[in-house]
């Protein structure tokens, strides 16, 4: 369930009027998701999605619309937002901010193959060289400032061997981001959550990124990490899968040409991709929120990426 706020066809006919959409014809909640509230909308112009922002609010959400919009613009796949007749891009319903973007079509791809990854590659490539002119500037809410917040919350629930690991990583970490080398790796709008269920697909066509409200500004190569930890791997084991890693290497470079400073900081970021998604599920796990973390996410899944990561070298960013 995630349809935390409820609305109804007949609440959204006047407020729909303000876009440029005609008569709104459907709404159906959307399922999946666990932090706001989606819709399928059906209007006379199309099929949109309409989200109602259950944590975000009217200052924080500008960043993350523009960004889309600003992406949509220059050809990258993602959904197009809708603005309103004064040109907002995200307006209040029940009280809530809410948005209607575009509706990509397609389904999650859970299983990737090279060719997959390939297009998942490409696209963020072309991502990040569209997002060098974006004007608006937020950090990445869930970087080293958030990690150092979050560690002494979860340490006391680990184990000794989880502790040690936390510790030793996070000193690993400050160490990288202090350095000299990390400063020289170029930034920019990043997704910072490509994961595999937030990627559409037809077949092997891709046909969008969305689930935009964990981007942030941070390094480009960040980016890259976050999504070979997961569109690359084997699940139960965390190893990642060599002819995926190439093919999602391969076709970034070929939009985006990696940097030898980004091959010589590749391994500790892959380490600090892991190390994010570990401590943000160690903290939902032992800290959740009321209503929006039904399932939270198992952390030993990172935990097991993270010491993989740190024990076997993956392959070179390029050739
Ligand atoms: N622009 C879109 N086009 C098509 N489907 C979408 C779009 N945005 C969201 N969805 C659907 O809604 C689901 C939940 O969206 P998501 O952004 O993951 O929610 P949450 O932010 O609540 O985690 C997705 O799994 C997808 O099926
Ligand atoms: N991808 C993160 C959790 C964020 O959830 P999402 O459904 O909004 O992508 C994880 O796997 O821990």
Redesign the pocket.
């Known amino acids: 369930m995630?349809v935390f706020t409820s609305v109804s066809l007949d609440d959204v006919q006047p407020w729909i009027a303000q876009f440029p959409l005609g008569q709104a014809l459907a709404l159906k909640g959307?399922?999946?998701?666990?932090?706001?509230?989606?819709f399928?909308l059906t209007t006379e112009r199309g099929e949109?999605?309409l989200?109602i922002f259950?944590n975000l609010n009217f200052e924080q959400l500008p960043f993350y619309l523009r960004l889309m919009e600003h992406l949509a613009a220059r050809g990258v796949l993602v959904?197009a937002p809708v603005p309103n007749d004064q040109g907002e891009l995200c307006v209040p319903l029940q009280g809530k901010p809410a948005a209607i973007?575009?509706?990509?079509?397609g389904?999650?791809q859970l299983d990737p193959q090279p060719v997959h990854c390939a297009a998942v590659g490409a696209m963020l490539a072309k991502m990040h060289l569209a997002g060098t002119d974006f004007p608006l500037y937020q950090p990445n809410l869930r970087g080293l400032a958030w990690w150092h917040w979050a560690t002494p919350i979860v340490l006391p629930h680990l184990g000794k061997a989880e502790h040690d690991l936390l510790c030793s990583e996070m000193h690993f970490q400050e160490a990288f981001h202090g350095s000299a080398l990390y400063k020289r790796l170029q930034q920019g709008p990043v997704h910072a959550d490509l994961f595999r269920?937030?990627v559409?697909f037809d077949g092997e066509q891709l046909t969008?990124f969305?689930?935009f409200?964990f981007a942030g500004c941070d390094t480009w190569l960040f980016d890259v990490a976050v999504t070979v930890n997961d569109w690359c791997v084997d699940l139960d084991t965390g190893v990642l899968d060599v002819a995926r890693v190439r093919a999602f290497l391969d076709a970034y470079h070929a939009v985006r040409p990696f940097t030898p400073d980004e091959q010589e900081a590749w391994q500790p970021m892959l380490r600090a991709a892991a190390l994010r998604f570990w401590l943000s599920r160690l903290y939902d796990l032992h800290k959740p929120r009321e209503a929006?973390m039904l399932t939270p996410h198992d952390p030993a899944h990172f935990e097991r990426i993270l010491r993989e990561r740190i024990a076997t070298p993956a392959p070179a960013l390029h050739a």
């Open positions: 995630a959307i399922a999946s998701g666990i932090e706001n509230s989606n399928f949109y999605v989200t259950e959904p973007v575009s509706k990509l079509e389904s999650s269920n937030n559409m969008g969305f689930d409200y929006e």
